[in-house]
């Protein structure tokens, strides 16, 4: 029996949320002025509800959550109040959201494309433009936010159809058991949340997870080898709390060397890692892993794919592509050695790169062409990285449209896991560090 999805909800009422979605993004395309009038009045009548509950709760309670209660109380039906009279206020509040939002993806597309086209690579023009657009439109919304009220609710309505439909089909797919795994069987293309939500997936999958350790219902787990199967391929997303490292990171597995990309040349760094040198690892996975958990305190959730003999060569000449872009490249702890500096000296380099190998013994490339020259931590990062790789192998079910992040690529691999009939077979999540004379074992979502 396979485990369940991280944090996720039975497919039934997943097919229930669609039908809602579908019927808010039709109301917000063809009646958006009734549609707002009648949520804002929704909403201000259930905050009013809470408010006089809590008043009552607060003369029939309990003496000490009496306060409590008549603050509560009063709060609830303040906001309320201030809903229903000031619809233009919190009108005018989501379209300035939706400019901000529209802001963050121009200055990303800008410092993405300012980068290709330092680095000489393709596609500099696309970001410019898009970087443009998104600009122009965020300063529209932000000095009239009223005026353009309209291009949100269409962009809104339109964006929920579509997810409500990706949605739909997705849980029909799933009762239906398709064969994705046969090659004459195309997957749909499937429609990725909005980045606001995606981005916090893997801090709330590590909620999850330790919500589960705490109540006993998921045992502290060990790792263990991949099943000697032929093409065995598991992609990994990192978790760990934390403002930065909550977005999460992703890498993969293959043929027991685990390739992870990132900003592992510290002396290369700007903006606080933000932009860096293009850099990779390539580490045995036992090794990895247990640096990975020990020394990084990281929880890994890594899904497992089978590939045939054609898929298997294609991602094999795909990886072996990428590397043709890069150099050998050293970590402080390797220059040490190899300069024969003392056993003190050594022991400072204590960077990521220098701490993997000392580690693992990892080997690291930098890249000197192509996109990935240069690391963008809202651009060329860990996950567009393996997200290419195997868009360009040919794993056309691991494409998804939309935001491309750790949170959206895994809830994705999640969704084709519960498919069943794709070509993600397993998924595993590792927790503690591990010792090598010890029995290993994974821990399975109960």
């Known amino acids: 029996m396979r485990p369940k999805r991280i944090g996720g909800v039975n497919p039934a009422i997943q097919l229930i949320m669609a039908v809602f979605l579908l019927v808010v993004g ?8 009734s549609f707002i009038r009648w949520l804002f009045l929704i909403v201000s009548v259930g905050m009013a509800a809470f408010g006089f509950m809590s008043l009552i709760s607060a003369v029939f309670g309990k003496n000490g959550t009496r306060l409590g209660s008549l603050i509560s109380g009063i ?18 509040a989501v379209s300035r959201i939706f400019s901000l939002l529209a802001l963050v993806q121009a200055v990303t597309n800008l410092i993405s494309g300012f980068l290709l086209y330092n680095d000489k690579v393709s596609g500099y023009i696309r970001k410019f433009f898009w970087g443009i657009v998104a600009f122009g439109f965020s300063v529209l919304l932000f000095f009239d936010p009223l005026g353009h009220i309209r291009a949100v609710e269409l962009i809104s309505g339109i964006y929920l159809i579509v997810f409500a439909v990706s949605m739909a089909l997705e849980c029909i797919d799933s009762f239906l058991e398709t064969d994705y795994a046969n090659k004459k069987v195309k997957p ?6 909005p980045i606001v939500f995606a981005a916090f997936i893997p801090s709330r999958a590590l909620k999850y997870i330790n919500d589960k350790l705490e109540s006993g219902q998921m045992e502290k787990a060990k790792f263990s080898k991949p099943e000697d ?31 992870s990309y990132g900003c592992y040349d510290q002396h290369s760094q700007k903006m606080g890692g933000f932009i860096s040198g293009g850099t990779a690892s390539l580490t ?8 990975c958990m020990s020394y990084e305190e990281k929880m890994l959730v890594g899904f497992s794919l089978e590939l045939g003999r054609d898929d298997y060569m294609n991602l094999k000449r795909e990886i072996d592509r990428m590397l043709k872009q890069t150099e050998v490249w050293e970590s402080d702890l390797q220059i040490a050695e190899k300069e024969g500096r003392p056993a003190e000296e050594q022991k400072k380099c204590n960077d990521p790169a220098s701490e993997l190998y000392r580690a693992s013994g990892a080997s690291f490339v930098k890249f000197i062409d192509g996109q990935y020259k240069t690391y963008f931590a809202l651009g060329s990062n860990c996950v567009m990285f393996t997200y290419d790789i195997m868009k360009n192998a ?12 750790p949170g959206t690529y895994m809830a994705h691999l999640q969704d084709l ?16 560090l591990i010792h090598i004379s010890e029995p290993t074992r994974q821990a399975e979502i109960s």
Do not use: W
Not at 26 to 33: F, N, Q, R, V, W
Not at 284 to 291: A, C, D, G, T
């Open 284 to 291: 045995k996975r036992e090794p990895y892993i247990e640096h």
């Open 417 to 432: 896991y519960e498919m069943k009939n794709t070509i993600v077979t397993d998924m595993h999540v590792y927790l503690s």
């Open 229 to 259: 199967s032929y093409g065995k391929l598991e992609i990994f997303i990192h978790l760990k709390q934390g403002l930065i490292e909550g977005f999460g990171h992703c890498d993969f597995c293959f043929d027991g060397t685990v390739y």
């Open 75 to 92: 709060l609830y039906i303040v906001i309320s109040i201030v809903i229903l009279t000031q619809k233009d206020f919190f009108q005018a």
């Open 394 to 405: 040919g794993l056309d079910s691991l494409a998804f449209s939309g935001a491309i992040t």
């Open 188 to 193: 749909k293309i499937s429609l990725a949340l």
């Open 26 to 33: 039709i109301l917000m395309i063809t009646a958006p002025e």
